[in-house]
């Protein structure tokens, strides 16, 4: 019961964070992505959905390193701008959506009551980021590619220790005690490109893809390479999966429902990562991670399980993270993700 009650009052306090942080986030013009939003088990062909995912070690029992996040996503038609169609790689023979997305992320040493610099261990660091994004579907090639420019700040201005201090204290959880550590100020400015393809399906019950991304910028730099299996009810359109040509899709397939689990796992090659090793501008961070004991290779592993209909997306993950540093230790988290998927709008009658 008192694990009950607990999880009640995380939930609440949640709920009351998200709200704080879509405001806060508004005000602040230029505030690494944690939360991977992008992929065939996340991919929807809804011209216009919002959606929102929530990450947090609370999940599974631990309260360290990437210690929570939350990223809320729109797509609609008309955040189709000539600017960002300038500066987001998509191919030319492709089905393009564009969005916008928020993200919030917080990173915390594993001993939250000590109050000196964490020698050895993981800095505090809060993150906040304005993102613009691409979503093109291949009509030649099957392919999925993805491209998005990031825009944030790292450091105290990103409101990290304010967000986990009140989540703890809502939720009756240790005060974190080293945010006065924390990574100081810089700007993020971080470019990605990612593309995917299915290798393999059987039938409309599983498929196995491909991927691979590059990211580069002031905040994380790294090469990843990945593979996804999934297996259980899929969709035949491109809500459930890429394309393997174009098609129209069929009244009966744009109303049915998916269920399907999946594992996702990645190889990610650093050469770069503001929350270890501090901003790349501003080096008056009091403590950072050496860039001699920094993990170069990374594995990540991501088990979730989807279900969508025509109007509602909901997703539940485990996340997997080998050491990011020397002395570091594997961390895992969970997630949940909740998104609307929109009508298309209908021409006015005549």
């Not at 019961?1 to 230029?30: D, E, G, H």
């Not at 050491?323 to 609307?340: E, K, W, Y």
């Amino acid at each position: 019961m008192k694990n009950l009650a607990n999880t009640a009052r995380y939930l609440q306090a949640i709920s009351c964070t998200a709200l704080i942080l879509t405001i806060s986030m508004l005000p602040r013009a230029v505030l690494s992505q944690a939360i991977q939003s992008t992929g065939t088990e996340r991919a929807v062909s809804a011209d216009a959905f919002w959606r929102v995912t929530y990450e947090n070690d609370f999940f599974t029992a631990t309260d360290r390193f990437y210690t929570q996040g939350i990223l809320i996503e729109v797509v609609h038609p008309r955040l189709q701008a000539r600017l960002f169609e300038q500066l987001l790689f998509a191919p030319s023979h492709s089905r393009r959506r564009f969005g916008v997305a928020f993200e919030d992320n917080g990173y915390t040493s594993r001993d939250l009551k000590q109050a000196t610099i964490p020698v050895g261990d993981r800095p505090y660091a809060g993150t906040k980021q304005l993102r613009a994004f691409v979503i093109a579907n291949d009509t030649t090639t099957g392919g999925l590619t993805t491209s998005s420019l990031t825009l944030g700040v790292i450091g105290p201005a990103a409101g990290g220790r304010e967000i986990q201090t009140y989540l703890h204290r809502k939720t009756g959880n240790t005060i974190p005690m080293g945010w006065t550590h924390q990574i100081h100020n810089d700007v993020i400015l971080n470019y990605e490109i990612a593309t995917e393809r299915v290798l393999q399906r059987v039938g409309r019950r599983a498929d196995v893809s491909a991927a691979a991304s590059v990211r580069a910028g002031t905040f994380h730099t790294a090469a990843i390479i990945g593979t996804t299996l999934r297996a259980g009810r899929l969709r035949s359109d491109a809500s459930s999966s890429i394309p393997a040509a174009p098609s129209v899709t069929p009244p009966a397939a744009r109303t049915a429902r998916a269920i399907f689990a999946y594992v996702k796992p990645q190889l990610q090659v650093v050469g770069y990562d503001a929350t270890l090793q501090g901003g790349l501008f501003n080096r008056s961070s009091p403590y950072t991670i050496a860039s001699g004991d920094v993990s170069r290779t990374v594995y990540r592993q991501q088990i979730g399980l989807v279900y969508r209909s025509a109007t509602r997306y909901v997703e539940l993950t485990h996340i997997y993270t080998s050491p990011a540093f020397r002395g570091g230790a594997a961390h895992r988290t969970g997630g949940i993700s909740f998104g609307v998927l929109l009508p298309p709008r209908r021409s006015p009658s005549r």
